[in-house]
């Protein structure tokens, strides 16, 4: 079936480290992909999306690349805040599926301190 | 008005209550969801409202009941609970359910975090 995997962490960096998460998917289709924050005790965010192979979402500093030929998504910023502690989760949505809502994956715990 | 409320933020209900949660978009979107999130997992999806028809119900106790009395309305009534119903409740809402990948973003509500006592 269709899923999302992605690297559950948790992650824990420096202010200013480089950060990447991984995420792949398995779709029968040709999914949406979307990247999604929740920030401690709130509801989600969408933090970028990528609709077909090769476009790049990108977000405050986040980007992630659609790779169809590897079914990636992963996550990168070149310099975190602290204020970017929060989960994220990696998500796909497939069209003209009627009915269907988000497929998630388990979600990865940032943690960035000063 | 890209926003999805909800209220309310925090309910404490106890195993006989009856009490309702609520939903609200101004988008004119067309597809309404209810998920349930617990703790440190990814939100976990109930129901689908598309047209304001339920179109997926992913197998739910019945003591949990959704309604969709318009296009901007989404509640979920809840009627004798259990402890272990306790999580946060997320509204999610997108202009259609299953349309093109243009309209399948979904816009996310703050939640309610719901205690059973």
């Known amino acids: 079936g269709d899923s999302v995997t992605q690297m559950e962490g948790p992650v824990t960096l420096s202010e200013e480290a480089f950060l990447t998460i991984n995420c792949t998917y398995t779709?029968?289709?040709?999914?949406?992909l979307f990247w999604y924050v929740q920030y401690p005790g709130e509801g989600l965010q969408l933090l970028l999306k990528a609709t077909k192979a090769d476009d790049k979402g990108s977000n405050k500093g986040f980007e992630a690349t659609y790779r169809k030929e590897t079914t990636s998504f992963h996550l990168e910023k070149g310099s975190v805040q602290v204020s970017d502690s929060a989960v994220y989760f990696c998500?796909?949505?497939?069209?003209?599926?009627?009915?269907?809502?988000?497929?998630f994956g388990k979600g990865t715990t940032l943690s960035v301190s000063s | 008005d890209t926003e999805v409320t909800q209220t309310p933020k925090h309910l404490v209900m106890g195993m006989t209550n009856k009490k309702s949660l609520k939903c609200e978009q101004h988008m004119g979107h067309r597809a309404m969801y209810w998920y349930k999130q617990k703790a440190k997992k990814p939100p976990e999806l109930m129901f689908v409202y598309s047209y304001e028809k339920l179109s997926i119900n992913e197998s739910v106790p019945s003591r949990f009941s959704p309604e969709c009395p318009n296009s901007s309305l989404l509640n979920l009534h809840l009627h004798a609970l259990q402890p272990e119903d306790s999580a946060l409740y997320l509204c999610a809402s997108s202009q259609v359910a299953g349309g093109p990948t243009a309209y399948n973003e979904q816009f996310f509500g703050p939640g309610t975090r719901l205690t059973v006592l």
């Open positions: 998500a796909l949505s497939l069209a003209n599926q009627a009915g269907t809502a988000l497929i």
């Open positions: 779709a029968t289709g040709y999914p949406s």
